[in-house]
Structure formats: structure tokens, C-alpha cells
């Protein structure tokens, strides 16, 4: 929305956070980012402003929702709302700007706004510093899994291999009665063959010893609460004991103050997962696809992406006994992600075969891989020093 209200030679006011999530956090945008560095780090771009200013709370306005993954064309179309308003509110902001065929500047904008003027408030910047080097001093390098195994996530994706008939039904259940998740019935066999589901803890505990891991490895688990507790995260701390969750790393007087705060705890976990030796995510959402943009953009960090339509094969071959683990389960699971690991590489086109506007849902995400245009030899382009 940066990049729109430049096109548009718009005031920008402070976003509105969504409060109807699963998670119900009251937090708002300056409890998460640190809003005057926000303000001051654009003011060449685009003038923000904290709030609607009073002398404007009551003229008309056009409620818009902008469509997705458009051009500087339509926004610049789009400035005929002014003859008739003087405020558009928007109301949806997710893919509002297409990934690719943008003139460089407004690209590089889009890189300024996330990695240099977005920085989180102090009391989390603070605390997620301080977390990092608890863990380094506990052993070092450390693996952080984002771990999308969690209530919600299996209720919207409604992805049910492994979990009791109980526990699918409570899922459907949620489902069905989340008034803003569109899709209600959803087969959860051809939602895992399509690989739309995250990685079941035990299917992470596969995974990573395939790829050579030790069962020492320090594993941060940047997760809410873990769907079954114990009982379902026991498949993965069985085989990697070594799991640390905020809750180990901080005090409790530390973790005090973002209770009930979902988006705080995840900023932390962000923090974390950026700053990892390994970053393992196990469902492309997009505090994922962040990350991995964010890590691309300090040097290209290493992130293994699992491969997890092509993995479902692999892990039903375990289950029937046509393959077992060993030299041939690693051999296997290290081949087909040897080009999935954050190298250097410009961001996915569309999908073969896929025409008109749906192309563009198939497009890897500008978020999840800024290059080239974000990533050059010289950072002080992007006026980050």
C-alpha cells in the first residue's frame, strides 16, 4: 500500500489491523512496528500520517476493493476516484500489486518499505534480540521450523492425515462456523496429494534427518500453540529432543507483556526464524514467504523449502513399508530439494499453460523473492545502510 498511495500521490494513513482472526489480537500497528521510524523512513516516498485527520472524518469516501496483482496502469486509473472523494478506503490490502513488470523504482520502494522502514517496536526488537543470543550461546547454529501445525491452519486448509476422527470433526466444525473462510467442504486426501498441506510433526522429523540433520540439533519452533500438544508434537521430539520454544528462551516476566498478542509472539518468532542458520518452513503462508524474502534480502540465507507435493509420495512409501529409512530415503529426500535451499535465483513466472488473470496467482510472490531488483551490489541504492 506504500507503493499504491506513491502511484496515486496519496496520504497514506496508519493501517488498521485485522481483529476477526482466530487468534482475536487487539494489537495495533504501533504495539508491532516502530510507527515514527515507519513515518520518517518514507517521507521522501509518500506522506503518512498517523490517523484520518478530524476535518475529513465526515466527507464521502469510496470504499474499494482494488484488484489484485494489478499495474502502475490501473492505479494510475484508479486517481479519477479523486474528482469525486477525498478518502478511499481500502478494504483489502493483500496482493493489491502485481509481482513482476513494475518500473524499478517502484520495486525498490517496496523493498524499503519492508526492510527498512518496517522495524519492529523496541519492546519486541529488544526482547527477539535477546532471544537469538540465548539461543547462539546454548550451542551456536540453531535450525528455526516454522511449524504451521497449529488449530487454525488445519481448519482452513482442512488437512487431516494423521489426526483422530474427533479431532477432524472439531476442525470441520471450525470451519464451518468461520463466517469469513469461504470454503467449507474440502477433501483432505487430494488437499495432501496436492501438497497444500503443512508438514505433520512427524513428517518434519523425516524430513530433516533425511537431509542430514543429527538428532542433537538445536530446533527453534516458531509456532502458536501446537494442534494435540504433546501427543502429536512427540513424532517430531523423538526423534529431535533438542526443541526450544519462546516459552524455554524467555521468562515469564519477559513474555508477560505480549500475552493474548498473537502478532506480537509471531514478530518474535520472526526475528528468530530471520536471524536462524537454517530457516525450515512448513507451509508457504505468508509469514513464510517473508522470511524467506527477508532472508534472500540480507545475503541470500540459507531456506529449505520443503518440496511438499512431492514429498506425500515418499512419506506414503514409509507408511506401506516400500521404503525405508536410510542411504536411499536421504539420497531420495536430498535430490529433489538440492535447488530448494534460498540460492541466489530470480523470482517464478506463472504457471505454464495458466491464461488470464489467474496466471498471476501462480507467480512466486515478490515478497518471497525480491530478486534482482532488490538484491545489487551496492545496498545504499535502496538508501539502506
Known sequence: MVAVAHIMNATLVIPQLDKRSF?????????IFDELHFIKSLKGD???????????????????????????????????????????HVAKSDSR?????????????????????????????????????????????????????????????????GLTNAESEELRILRENTNYWKVKKINSTEQRIGGFCPLT????????????????TPIYIAAGEIYGGNTHLWELSSRFPNLIFKESLA???ELKAFANHASQTAALDYI????????????????ARAVEG?????????????????????????????LEEGKELSHMVQRMHKNRQGAPRKRHGSLPGVKGRARFRTEESFYENPYPECICGSRSKLGIT
Open 23 to 31: 487468534w482475536k489480537d487487539s494489537s495495533v500497528f504501533s504495539d
Open 46 to 88: 509518500v506522506r503518512i500520517v498517523k490517523e484520518l485527520p478530524n476535518i475529513l472524518e465526515g466527507v464521502p469516501r469510496a470504499r474499494k476493493h482494488f484488484t489484485s496483482w494489478s499495474g502502475v496502469g490501473y492505479y494510475e486509473e484508479m486517481t479519477r476516484l479523486w474528482d469525486d472523494y477525498q478518502v478511499i
Open 97 to 161: 500489486l502485481a509481482n513482476n513488470d513494475l518500473p524499478l523504482d517502484i520495486q525498490r520502494l517496496r523493498c524499503r518499505a519492508m526492510y527498512h522502514a518496517l522495524r519492529f517496536s523496541p519492546p519486541i526488537e529488544n526482547l527477539g534480540k535477546r532471544l537469538v543470543d540465548r539461543l547462539r550461546s546454548q550451542g551456536g547454529r540453531y535450525i528455526a521450523l516454522h511449524l504451521r501445525y497449529e488449530k487454525d491452519m488445519l481448519s482452513f486448509t482442512g488437512c487431516a492425515y
Open 201 to 216: 510433526p512427524k513428517e518434519v522429523g523425516v524430513f530433516l534427518h533425511a537431509l542430514g540433520y543429527p538428532p542433537s
Open 251 to 253: 521468562t515469564p516476566e
Open 272 to 287: 528468530i526464524c530471520v536471524e536462524s542458520d537454517v530457516f525450515v518452513p512448513t507451509y508457504s503462508g505468508n509469514m
Open 294 to 322: 527477508h532472508r534472500r534480502f540480507l545475503g541470500h540465507r540459507k531456506t529449505i523449502n520443503p518440496d511438499r507435493k512431492g514429498l506425500v509420495g515418499i512419506f506414503d512409501m514409509l507408511e506401506t513399508g516400500e
